[in-house]
């Protein structure tokens, strides 16, 4: 058995305590429950799986502000549809965000099963390794929300939507910001912007979703979403509402700090904030 050291952490989000979400696939109930004021952290592996680029599976670690292990979300890494793992290699993938609602907790991976794969995850084809999106309810509650046969050949990395049943938002190493509706399969979905194709997190404030690119500790306007409408855009708000960056420590407040990093995909050599157990 591997020691603890195999566990990989990424970067964390508060959660919120609110109504859980309605499903696409099948629901893993975990008996947890995400409280207000406490920090959430993407572990990589379960200390007995080696960490490799052909996948890991992604536990959700719920943390007191006094560093105590409250509970533990596993997300579905084999069997049924609805399967979300990520590399165990990447150091810039794992970025968690909440929903515009504050109702669920977004993060972005590999829709395959662990073992699956004899080769690195990020580097396939969206075809043979398709991309996907999960969300965990404030109830602990994991469903597989979209599909996407963008970021093929490369690293995705984040995700972030509306309301539990809205629109969603991924980015990763090669295809720019891009849409996809609740239940989207089969397709890239909708380029918001491809002005910066290697995108790192997504988030939405105040009604507009912003996006971090390379290594860049900023975060850039693709659009605005519209107030009281979940999962609509503003009509003209696109790659060229990007002007006018904004300091990320200030634009997110619910997520862990990221090191300063360098370079585009996982073959790179990239660092970003991991804690090693």
Wanted: aromatic share 6%; hydrophobic share 40%.
């Amino acid at each position: 058995m591997k020691s603890h050291s195999s566990l990989v952490f990424r970067a964390a989000a508060l959660a919120t305590a609110i109504a859980a979400a309605s499903l696409l696939s099948a629901p893993v109930t975990a008996r947890a429950q995400f409280v207000p004021g406490n920090l959430v952290l993407d572990r990589l592996g379960d200390g007995t799986q080696t960490l490799a680029n052909t996948g890991n599976s992604v536990f959700l670690d719920q943390y007191s502000p006094a560093g105590t292990l409250v509970n533990t979300v596993p997300i579905p890494s084999s069997g049924a549809a609805g399967t979300l793992i990520q590399s165990g290699t990447a150091t810039s993938e794992g970025a968690l965000s909440l929903t515009q609602d504050r109702s669920a907790i977004v993060f972005a991976g590999y829709n395959v099963a662990v073992g699956s794969q004899t080769t690195s995850i990020s580097s396939a084809s969206s075809a043979l390794v398709p991309r996907g999106i999960g969300e965990v309810s404030a109830l602990g509650t994991y469903s597989f929300v979209a599909q996407t046969t963008a970021f093929s050949g490369n690293n995705i990395r984040t995700a972030t939507g509306t309301s539990p049943t809205g629109n969603f938002y991924a980015g990763g190493g090669n295809s720019g910001t891009v849409l996809l509706p609740f239940g989207a399969s089969g397709s890239a979905g909708t380029a918001i912007q491809t002005t910066n194709a290697n995108t790192r997190v997504n988030n939405i404030f105040n009604n507009t979703l912003y996006y971090s690119k390379g290594a860049e500790l900023v975060f850039r306007r693709a659009v605005l979403v519209v107030a009281g409408q979940p999962g609509k855009v503003a009509a003209g708000s696109g790659a060229d509402a990007e002007e006018g960056d904004v300091g990320v420590l200030v634009l997110r407040p619910r997520l862990g700090r990221r090191e300063q990093s360098g370079g585009g995909g996982e073959e790179e050599g990239e660092k970003s904030a991991r804690v090693h157990g």
